[in-house]
């Protein structure tokens, strides 16, 4: 258990629908990042928050939005569901900006939520 | 941009024959370069961080280490349950505080 904890794990829904992902971070950490893994493709970062702020973006479609709540949780929004969103959608923590040491700058990943859109 | 590239896409070894999975990297300011394994259907799991070229790491049956451009994963006789997915990931100065994870390589190691 890496302490990252990411509901749902599976999620089947249909084109059009949307959904939401949650996840919690690791205890301490105030930074939570999202990737989306296809089949084909290689973790893509969606986007970052850090103690409730957006931090980075990445290649995060117009369609997904993400916030990150003041008990450190954060959820991604899915909406308009696509065939093509069909991927894993892993959540990752990494402990706050500034720690030095071996764990800094290293992402915790939760073991991911796999969503099917048919 | 900050960009990764992993080579090869797959490598198929025998129990005990050891060899190396290369990263590529292009990067403004390195913050750090990491190594991640992931087994199927599960999250990505760290392994190594390497800061600056010359730098090694190593744990068990791997040893990492770190030039300007490259980085390899050096795997010793390796074992069956060694295989999985091997990531590299980069974190720069620029381009916010995002890491950036190459595409991956797929050891399969064969008893």
């Known amino acids: 258990d890496s302490g990252v904890t990411q509901t749902p794990k599976h999620l089947i829904t249909a084109t059009g629908q949307r959904v939401t992902l949650r996840c919690s971070p690791r205890s301490g950490d105030l930074s939570v990042y999202w990737y989306q893994q296809s089949l084909d493709q290689g973790l893509q970062f969606l986007i970052q928050y850090y103690n409730g702020e957006e931090r980075a973006k990445g290649n995060i479609l117009e369609r997904f939005s993400a916030q990150q709540f003041p008990d450190l949780h954060s959820e991604l929004n899915l909406s308009s569901l696509e065939l093509g969103d069909s991927a894993l959608y892993f959540c990752?923590?990494?402990?706050?900006?500034?720690?030095?040491?071996?764990?800094?700058?290293?992402?915790?990943f939760g073991a991911g939520s796999r969503l099917t859109v048919l | 941009e900050d960009q990764v590239t992993q080579s090869p896409e797959a490598l198929r070894l025998q129990e005990g024959e050891s060899s190396s999975l290369n990263c590529s990297y292009t990067v403004s300011g390195l913050r750090g370069l990491f190594w991640y394994r992931q087994d199927p259907g599960k999250g990505p799991e760290f392994l190594f961080t390497?800061?600056?070229a010359g730098e090694e790491k190593e744990k068990e049956r791997l040893k990492a280490t770190l030039t300007k451009k490259e980085s390899f994963l050096h795997i010793t006789a390796p074992k069956p349950e060694d295989s999985a997915t091997y990531l590299c990931a980069v974190k720069g100065a620029t381009g916010g505080f995002k890491t950036i994870f190459g595409a991956g390589t797929r050891l399969f190691v064969k008893a």
């Open positions: 390497l800061y600056s």
């Open positions: 990752a923590s990494s402990v706050p900006t500034g720690t030095s040491g071996p764990g800094a700058n290293v992402l915790t």
